[in-house]
T-cell receptor, first 116, second 113 residues
Framework: GAVVSQHPSWVICKSGTSVKIECRSLDFQATTMFWYRQFPKQSLMLMATSNEGSKATYEQGVEKDKFLINHASLTLSTLTVTSAHPEDSSFYIC????????????FGPGTRLTVT | GENVEQHPSTLSVQEGDSAVIKCTYSDSASNYFPWYKQELGKRPQLIIDIRSNVGEKKDQRIAVTLNKTAKHFSLHITETQPEDSAVYFCAAFSSGSARQLTFGSGTQLTVLP
């Protein structure tokens, strides 16, 4: 149980275009989902916390107009990278927890974004 | 907010030896401390975790200790094997207003055969 999927697993896009990444909890309802970005040989950095039915909470330094997050249902959150630039190339990983009081996070397999 | 520091950044051990990775945290409201193993290009995998009401937890070759007073926790891997080679991350979950995981900077563990 507690499986989180992400789609696509990798994507290449041109500068200036937008890319949407989906994160789904397959066998549980996720009130909260988290979006992380991981650059090569670095740690996971939290970008935003996505709450079902409400606006996402962004970490300091993350542009909310550039990284659009939508959490329309208890099993799906999407991250849209708008007007992508080469410096947005990174590994994007989502995670989800079961219920508001849950500690354990279940991670998606990640999406490798390359912006050319 | 929470700040998690992790040491060392790289660690090489001979197969069969033990490996220890240490982390410190700053937020006294943190009460859950997971450890993840991440292989290149893959998702982090939870290998062990500990809650703040426990001082030590063991699962076969892996153990974690927590010193709440000193705000530090450690991962111990005994009888290391080449397949243990990966990047290991500690993390702290704050039960305060933020309610999120903060990760350490990672340790590249290499087990030499």
């Amino acid at each position: 149980g507690a499986v989180v999927s992400q789609h696509p697993s990798w994507v290449i896009c041109k500068s200036g275009t937008s890319v949407k990444i989906e994160c789904r909890s397959l066998d549980f309802q996720a009130t909260t989902m988290f979006w992380y970005r991981q650059f090569p040989k670095q740690s996971l950095m939290l970008m935003a916390t996505s709450n079902e039915g409400s606006k996402a909470t962004y970490e300091q330094g993350v542009e909310k107009d550039k990284f659009l997050i939508n959490h329309a249902s208890l099993t799906l959150s999407t991250l849209t990278v708008t007007s992508a630039h080469p410096e947005d190339s990174s590994f994007y990983i989502c995670s989800a927890g079961e219920g508001r009081g849950a500690y354990e996070q279940y991670f998606g397999p990640g999406t490798r974004l390359t912006v050319t | 907010g929470e700040n998690v520091e992790q040491h060392p950044s790289t660690l090489s051990v001979q197969e069969g030896d033990s490996a220890v990775i240490k982390c410190t945290y700053s937020d006294s409201a943190s009460n859950y401390f997971p450890w993840y193993k991440q292989e290149l290009g893959k998702r982090p995998q939870l290998i062990i975790d500990i809650r703040s009401n426990v001082g030590e937890k063991k699962d076969q070759r892996i153990a974690v200790t927590l010193n709440k007073t000193a705000k530090h926790f450690s991962l111990h891997i005994t009888e290391t094997q080449p397949e243990d080679s990966a990047v290991y991350f500690c993390a702290a979950f704050s039960s305060g207003s933020a309610r999120q995981l903060t990760f350490g900077s990672g340790t590249q563990l290499t087990v030499l055969p």
